[in-house]
């Protein structure tokens, strides 16, 4: 197949061309011309349709970083333009080819549920409150010209993404290593994760199953508290966990970001790929993170 993807050199995106490196043909739709790339920018609503004409799949994964800085006014608004801005074109670029993909594969985020204490949730689960709930609906929704021309979207409302090379994970590593890694606030908040591994397998999956489409939450089966996460993590670097953060200091040194992130809980399970017949490499958190750290 010729897939186009945005975010391309990103943590998922390369995952990914290493993945059909030989099987398919992978085009990488960045801001910057690059032999046998598609040029677009978000910013100025810059994309030729005819450049998506004829190829098979889109996978949308481009975005500005949540977690990079503290969030501000201005943060919190490159986010949300960065993905709004960017599936609206490429939603509109496709239903305008002459030759459209057939189908769209968007990232989108659990953040959709917001935070949710112990409650479980699956794809039929309303959204939640706050700034990434807002953001994730927004994202979505703007994929709606493709829907509209009769495309198949799929909705990847992906978890933590568990990878050496990137994501929490890799910022976790060091203070773990260090043995100065613990829980965050009473630890009793969920984390839903996925293995790197199992997310590039989901995207595939998602391209090749025609029932896949909406919203599907990417994320193992066995999401775990924070306090299970960090004695996990511990017990596969063979290190202690016996420094805890309190709630406090996440706040202090995170602010808005630290309680949406950090201290949220959100409990989500795969119940749509779990339906479809899709199986996890790693479905469970030690298995997964050995993998992630080999």
């Given amino acids: 197949m010729k897939i186009v993807v945005s975010g391309a050199s990103g943590l998922v995106g390369t995952a990914l061309a290493r993945r059909w490196s030989g099987t398919h043909t992978v085009v990488g739709l960045g801001r910057q011309r690059t032999a046998g790339g598609i040029q677009w920018d978000p910013a100025t ?3 030729d349709p005819s450049a998506l004409s004829g190829a098979d799949a889109v996978v949308h994964l481009a975005g ?20 709004v801005q960017g599936t609206s074109l490429i939603a509109r670029s496709m239903a305008a080819a002459e030759a459209p993909p057939p189908v769209l594969v968007c990232a989108s985020a659990i953040g959709f549920y917001g935070d949710r204490d112990d409650a479980v949730l699956d794809e039929e689960s309303d959204p939640g409150e706050g700034f990434l709930s807002e953001v994730s609906l927004e994202w979505e929704a703007a994929a709606d ?13 992906i ?4 990878s050496r ?8 590593l ?3 290593q260090l043995g100065v890694g613990g829980k965050l606030g009473s630890g009793d908040q969920y984390m839903s994760w996925i293995g790197l591994e199992d997310l590039t397998r989901i995207i595939e999956y998602a391209i090749e199953q025609p029932a896949i489409q909406g919203a599907v939450n990417a994320v193992a089966p066995t999401p775990v508290t924070n306090a299970e996460f960090t004695r ?33 809980s959100t409990r989500v399970v795969p119940t ?23």
Avoid at 145 to 150: H, V
Avoid at 159 to 162: F, K, M, P
Avoid at 272 to 294: I, K, P, Q, W
């Fill in 159 to 162: 978890g933590i993404v568990l």
């Fill in 174 to 176: 060091l203070p773990f």
């Fill in 165 to 172: 090379h990137g994501g929490a994970l890799k910022q976790m």
């Fill in 272 to 294: 749509r790929l779990s339906a479809t017949g899709f199986t996890f490499e790693h479905a469970d958190l030690d298995s997964a993170l050995r993998a992630a750290l080999a």
């Fill in 145 to 157: 010209p493709a829907r509209e021309a009769g495309l198949r979207v799929a909705h990847l409302r």
């Fill in 232 to 264: 996990t993590l511990g017990r596969v670097l063979r290190r202690p966990t016996i420094f805890p953060v309190p709630g406090f200091g996440v706040r202090l040194l995170f602010g808005e970001m630290g309680d949406a992130l950090l201290l949220g």
């Fill in 64 to 83: 500005a970083g949540i977690a990079d800085r503290r969030w501000s006014d201005s943060v919190k608004q490159d986010i949300r333009d960065s993905r």
């Fill in 45 to 47: 609503d810059t994309l």
